[in-house]
């Protein structure tokens, strides 16, 4: 069955060519879409664990009541509990402490409200802004009294490094306080909102404006992705032991709108796969049940010798699905090395309230080119079928006299 199946694609070969093609562009084009899908879902989720950290630690009450945040700071014995637990788990390769606030920058001409985050600085835990500050430099240390502002915060305040400028906010107790410290500099953020808005100073600075040594919560770095979910479990169940108050949240919780971006880039890959389908089941029928149609007098033939209907709808049926395999498997080398062209290219989309445009990468791994395979053949062999069971189903006579 295999060798008459080879000789009647290589016999046919204008139409067999024309199958090819059209299975070859659909394998390819989902090749592309699958290993674009997955490389952004991994590059987002890489960036948002570098960001907001693989877990963060906090009060059960700031998750649950965030209006009043600074009700439920860690700090004295219950923080050191936490530290204490975190050293001896394996998996936790270093944590930071954080403060966030909400406050007031300005100079004598211009005002802004902020969202302030107090970090420890020099910690590895998240990912440092050294790369993506635009102008000035990286905050000098713990004990800096210095800010890095978002590119458009700096741009709307008219600051530069070097500036001075007043930061105000209401402490733990809702006095106000304020202070005069320097722009250390400004950074590019993926997100317009965020750069209009977003301000970090040193944590001890954050502390200092809101009078306090407590902190927010506590941000892990573990040693892979692939450990989040039973390291939250057991330190959670360690918390829960000590009766310390504390809840674990994992990345995919605390990062905003992954849960939406995952759906979309999933549902883009299954309309496409469906479109391709769909497109390649149609087109290769028509081949198909045109190349049948010209081969009917030789159907008729070897029906007429004693080949049996089963046998010539098995032959030609077979024909359909090596047609989907060899297709796929063109697809997927074209797709390969169209691939390897974007990504040397450096293309970039701007995706909407991006700052920056995004970098068009394609995962080229051979997990992603198994659905398109499959896709491919399926769909060569449900088009076979129509036009292998109409050609089986021919009468001998009618066929021998068929011009």
Do not use: C
Request: overall charge negative; charged content about 20%.
């Amino acid at each position: 069955m295999l060798k008459i199946a080879l000789r009647n694609i290589f016999r046919n070969r204008r139409r067999s060519l024309l199958s090819l093609t059209l299975i070859g562009l659909g394998a390819a084009i989902l090749f592309l879409v699958s290993g674009f899908v997955r490389e952004s879902l991994t590059e987002m989720e890489l960036g948002l664990a570098g960001s907001y950290g693989h877990l963060q630690i906090a009060d059960t009450g700031f998750w649950d009541k965030f209006e009043e945040p600074k009700e439920y700071l860690l700090s004295g014995e219950r923080l050191a509990s936490i530290e204490s637990t975190l050293a001896a788990e394996a998996d936790v390769v270093s944590w930071s402490k954080q403060l966030e606030f909400t406050g007031l920058v300005g100079n004598a001409e211009k005002t802004a409200m902020i969202l302030g985050s107090g970090d420890e600085i020099g910690n590895p835990t998240i990912e440092p802004m050294d790369s993506l500050i635009v102008s000035g430099h990286p905050l000098e240390g713990n004990d800096a009294n210095q800010v890095l502002l978002g590119r458009l915060l700096a741009e709307r305040l008219g600051v530069e490094p070097g500036d001075p400028i007043n930061l105000a906010g209401f402490t733990v107790t809702e006095s106000l306080n304020a202070m005069t410290i320097e722009v250390a500099g400004a950074f590019m953020f993926f997100s317009q909102a965020w750069e209009e808005q977003l301000a970090i100073v040193p944590l001890s600075l954050a502390q200092k404006l809101l009078r306090t040594d407590g902190v927010d919560k506590v941000i892990l770095r573990l040693s892979s992705l692939d450990v989040v979910e039973e390291t939250a479990q057991r330190l959670q169940s360690d918390f829960d032991a000590l009766g310390l108050g504390i809840e674990v949240k994992r990345w995919q919780e605390i990062a905003p709108f992954y849960s939406e971006m995952k759906t979309f880039w999933e549902a883009l890959e299954s309309l496409s796969t469906m479109g391709v389908f769909i497109l390649a089941f149609f087109g290769i029928m028509q081949v198909l049940t045109m190349s049948f149609m010209e081969r009917t007098r030789e159907v008729g033939t070897i029906r007429a010798v004693g080949t049996k209907r089963r046998q010539v709808f098995g032959m030609l049926l077979f024909e359909g699905v090596l047609l989907g395999v060899l297709g796929g498997l063109l697809g997927i080398v074209l797709g390969f090395g169209l691939g390897s062209i974007i990504n040397v290219s450096g293309l970039g989309w701007m995706y909407p309230g991006a700052t920056e445009p995004m970098r068009v990468a394609i995962q080229l791994v051979l997990s992603n080119a198994i659905a398109p395979l499959i896709i491919a053949v399926i769909a060569a062999f449900l088009s076979a079928i129509y036009p292998a069971l109409h050609a089986a189903r021919t009468n001998v006579v009618k066929a021998l006299h068929y011009v």
